[in-house]
């Protein structure tokens, strides 16, 4: 253990955000620890290769716990006394919520309160992160940024909104150094499987190898703000590097229709939409947020924060991704997107 390191805590390290965010912390030096909960069949799959990775791994330390259990993250926090923590573990899928409520209440929402609590116990000053959620928005009018209502629609968004002013009473309350990144959908090639963009492309990939003919969606009306995951991690640690705690929305400025998404893959592989894709209202839910457009300005003015990657950028960067997983050729428009915004790219593999 290098005694001379920061050391920061991630809930959430095996999803999306959380593995480019313990690449991001290695590549800083950081010591990274990991609550992961332990499943019978291995989760760790998008951290992997920093486990096995020659010089990161001896950083990197995985702890099993779950973000019910507060005892065990009083424990962690306890132990390894970490200069930050990044709480990114939730039950994070909208829809699932409505079949989980008091589930994704307890795990999305509760969960923040566990780590406020157990941070009480820390000697150190320790600075918190919280993943907060533009959902939380909900039917609010359009641009949203930080001085936006609330109005969630869903329980999910209703999670969100809790952990979202537990941190900020326990800043004002406590004097905690505690952050809520409100950030707007971002999505990579490591997004999960049933989040619509990524279901988009490895449906489209799916009907190029001859794997699947059809693809079911629900709506295609819904627009979201949708940027590039690896950027929304890199906003997250400008947030907490910053001289004091605060809230700041992260976002492109743009919004698009699912339906334009799927235009979109379909035409940079050269599938006809109207042969493939299906509207099935299994897919729709009780509530709707029917659109979402962030305005980032103060993200930009204060932390320099500042997308690169463009809606069209994020589409061939999943595609090329999804295909070259599926042992197809790819048109390598990603790679070269890649190339161009990220030439020192710090995290490994998509
Ligand atoms: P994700 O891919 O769904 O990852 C969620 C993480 O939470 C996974 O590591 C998961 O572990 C973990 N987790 C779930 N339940 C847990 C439990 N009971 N105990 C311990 N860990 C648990 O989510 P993401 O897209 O990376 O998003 C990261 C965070 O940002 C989430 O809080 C999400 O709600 C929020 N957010 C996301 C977006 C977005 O567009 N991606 C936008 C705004 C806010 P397993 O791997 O074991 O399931
Ligand atoms: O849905 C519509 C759906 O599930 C986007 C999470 O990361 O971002 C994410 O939440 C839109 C919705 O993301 C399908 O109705 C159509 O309007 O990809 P999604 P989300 O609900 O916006 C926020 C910011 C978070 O914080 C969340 O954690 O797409 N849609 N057809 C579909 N959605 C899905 N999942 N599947 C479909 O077949």
Redesign the pocket.
Known sequence: MNIMSSVALL????????SYLAELLLDKGYEVHA???R?STP?ISRIDHILNHPSLADSFHLHYG???DGEQINKILQTYQPDEIYH?????HVKVSFESAEYTGN??GLSTTRILEGMRNVKKKTRMYQ????EMFGGAASPQNEESSFIPRSPYACA?LYGYWMVKNYREGYNFFASNGI????ESPRR?ENFVTRKITIGAASIVAGKAKMLALGNLDATRDWGF?PEYVEGMYQILSHTTADDFVLATGKTHSVREFVDEVFAYIDLDVDAHVTVDPRYFRPTEVESLLGDARKAKGVLGWKPRVSFKDLVKIMVDADMRKMGLSVIGEGDEILAKHFPNKWWMGD
């Open positions: 809930t959430g390290a095996t999803g999306q955000d959380g609550i992961v909960r499943s989760n779950d973000i019910s990114l573990g939730a039950q994070s795990i999305t993943a907060s959620s533009s969100k950030l707007f959908n971002h999960g995951a």
